[in-house]
Each structure stands twice: as C-alpha cells, then as structure tokens.
C-alpha cells in the first residue's frame, strides 16, 4: 500500500508546531527562587525532536503536587531535597509515584546539602531516575541530564502508548470474524493508537506532534470510524476529508494537506476503501511508513471480514424475507400480522432487557412464527366458520411443517424452535409436544403471548375483532397457564404504555379493509 505525501501545506496548519500544547513540559521545584532563575537561564534555546521546553515553577513541595495533580503532561521534575522540610523533596517522590501513580514522569533530585540525603541512600529507596549535586550541575551538564531524561520519557511513553493500542487491538480481535459496529470502530481506534505508537508519534503532546484519522468509505463518502489530536472533532475532519477522498480515489498528491502529512490507502479487492491519514511534525523514515502500511493492510481486512458479514446478513434477511412472503401469500389475512409480531417482539424483548441486537434477531425470526402453513390447504386455512376436529388437527400441524422446513440451518435455529412450539402453553397442556413451554427460547414465549394478542384484535374469516382492552384481559386471565407470567407483564406494561399504539393502528387499518365475518353458511 503506497503512503502519499502532501508537500506544500497552506501555512495556517502549521501553527501548532511551536504552541505549548506540543513543548516538552519540564517541572523545577526549589525554594530558591535564584535557582529556578538559573535554570531557566541554562536551558534557554533548549530543543529536542523538534520541540521547544515549557519549564514550569514550584516553590515547595506541596504546590509541585499540586501542580502534578491538575496535569498528567509533564515529562521531567528536578526536585530540590530540603524545602519545607529537610526530606520534603523525597516525600513529593515518594507521593509522586505511590499517591499519583505517575510512573512516566523522569525524576532527578538536585541537591545542595547532600549530607541530609546521601546518593546511594536515596536510589536505593527512591523510585528516581538521577541524583546531581547542585555544585557539579553546570550548565552543560543540566542540559545533559535534561535532555536524557526528555529521551526516556519519550521512550517510555511511546512503549506505553504501543500497549494501549496493542490491547485495543486484542480486545477487538475475537469479535473480527462475527463483527459488529462496535468491535469494528474498537479495533479501528485500535489500530489508530498503534500506528501513533509505533511511529513515536502521540495525540496527548508527549512525542511529535500527531493528529490522526481513519476513514472509510460509503458511497464514496468518507467516513469518520477513528481520530486523535485535533482530527478527533467532526469539523477538524472536514478540512481534509475531501483532500484525502481525492489522493486515494485519484493517486494525486494532496496540496492542501499539512507538510509531510500522510494518507495511507485502505485497499479491499484492490479496490480504495477508505484510508488513513497522519500529521506528524517531521518527515517519517522507511521502517515508520512501513509500520503504518502493515497496519493499513490489517485495516483493509477488517474491512473486507465487515463486507463478507454484511453480505451475509443480506442474505439472512432475504431468506426470511421470502420465507415471510411465501406464508402471506397463502393467506394474505396474515401478511401485515407478520409483520406485527415483528415490531411487538423486538418491544417486548427490549423491555426485558435483551440488547438491541437480540431483540432485532428475535423480532426477524418471528416473522416465520406461522411458516408451517405453507402445507395446509387453502380450504380449511381460510374456511369462513369453526372447524371440525380433523381440519383442526391439520392446522396445527403446521407447527411440524415449520419444523420440517427451519430444521436444517442452525442460523435458523430461533426461527424454528418459535415456529415449532409457540403454542406449548406455560402448564405443558399445548401442542405439538405438550411440554412446559419454560423450556423453549424465550422468543418463543414472547412470541405465543403477542401472537394471540394480535389475532384476538384482528378480523378473520371466522371471527369479529375483540377489542383492545378485552384482548388485553384474556391475556392477563392467562398468564401463569397458557403463558409465561414474565412476558405477559411486560406485554400489558407496554400495552397500557402505548408503546404499542402505532402496531394496534396498523391492525384496526387491516380490519376495515377486510370484509365484515359473516355467519351465513354455518
């Protein structure tokens, strides 16, 4: 995957370089105000990585912990010992590492009374990463300290930052091959946070300075799925989605984008999917842009698993689809009832707690609940009167029917097991196994309270519609023997609610286009 490079940036983008947020933050604690002085003196025109030094003051040993608390960007801390105290400089160490938990920050206490607090002492029982007496701290040897100890949180936290990212990564990874939106966006961001890691880059100030993206796209739409730095705001991300969109569409180097900005081609099929784009503050060597091209390709393959995922839940929802369309055609009394028991099984499942996720599933197998009575003929199916005992027991053969045509696709599984026993009752006195009805999917027994509700408010051949409130009252006089008592409470409570108001609607519609029952012929 080949990276393009922007070459000649409009000047406003680049006035982040020098601004404090991208300046290494440097802390001096000491009492003596001419010592902070000379510090500062001697490290005047300091610079490292293309970055100034921010030094911060502190008078004592509280106000330092003050400011540490009210900021976690500070790379190095010189700490004189003897302030408040005669340790105080070694109890704000001490605070520093064990109250604030900050384990990046470089620690390197300067001394003038090295008697109070003995070097080898104090690295034996200090988490510190220096010791200087202030007489032996030139000039050049403060720079030379500073600048190390710069070096190693730099280092440090770049390892720390590959961890992170790392870690999104591995979170996301189980969940690539039955991917969702979530996991998919966790493991973009993921992979986001290693690019910046791995390239000693950051969006928190510490390395060089970094905004990041990833996008896809859809529709040749560019859209926003990870982002660090100042990217991570919808209107950052507007300025250069259309520069980007053309450099990977195209192959044309940008040239609006910031100097020695980076857009990165996410391929699926050799085909442009989206892509990602950096802004580091210098220009990236070999082993870096080949990094990022090998995290690029991991991108384009969960692209390419999202592709195949939502391929096949095409072709899932087709299938019922069909299935669905086939039963309303045997009996388009029924049609717009499917389509009911849909809506009221996703609520229903909602209100007990199942994710969205779930109750789309559950709602999506309902829709084949009567598939069954594809097998039974016209005549009795749609027989305008009661029927005998023997076209009785036909009907409810369906139920095996249905069985019959689900059994043998385990993505069908929940299809079948409400197709086969949404009329087993809660006592074990329904059919066709005459089993407790606890003992099936819990769709199932969403399925067989909200199937008889909609039936009993619905017109049929053989019967007037009930009216809401008396179908709401058969299904409460049933709950604990025909139905499950937990379904029925949450079916009432979203009845009386109205969150059902708009499904009842679509069924009084259907009744007023349906021809009145007529007991003629009886």
Known sequence: MKLVRAKSPPAEVDEVVGSTRHTWKLLVVDDEP??????????????FADRDLEIIEAGSAQEARQILESRSDVAVALIDVVMETD??????VESIRKDLKNLMIRLIIRTGQPGLAPERYVIDHYDIDDYKDKTELTATHLYTSVRSAIKSYRDIRAIDFNRIGLQHVLMAAPDIYRISNRSLSQFFQGVLTQVVGLCNLSDGSFISTIDGVIATFEEREATL?????????????????????????????????????????????????GFIYIEPTHDLDPSDRALISMMAQQCSSALENLRLHVDLSLSYDHMIDVLARIAEFKDSTTGSHINRIDHYTRLVALELGLSVEEAAHMGQASRLHDVGKIGIPDAILCKPGKLTEAEYAIVQSHTNIGTALLDHDHHLATACDIATHHHERWDGKGYPKGRPSHEFHLATRIVSVIDVFDALISRRPYKEPWTCEDAAAEVQRCAGTQFDPTVVEAVLKLYRSGKFDTIIRSAQEQNLRLQPFSAAGL
Do not use: H, W
């Not at 340790?87 to 704000?92: C, H, I, M, S, V």
């Open 34 to 47: 001419d010592m902070r002085l000379i510090t500062r003196i001697n490290l005047k025109g300091f610079r």
């Open 87 to 92: 340790d105080a400089g070694l109890r704000l």
């Open 225 to 273: 799925q990870a982002a660090s730095g100042r990217l991570d705001s919808l209107e950052r991300f507007e300025t250069i989605r259309a520069q980007c969109t053309q450099a990977v569409l195209t192959g044309q180097v940008p040239q609006l984008l910031r100097k020695d900005a980076y857009v990165v081609p996410l391929l699926v099929e050799s085909k442009p999917a």
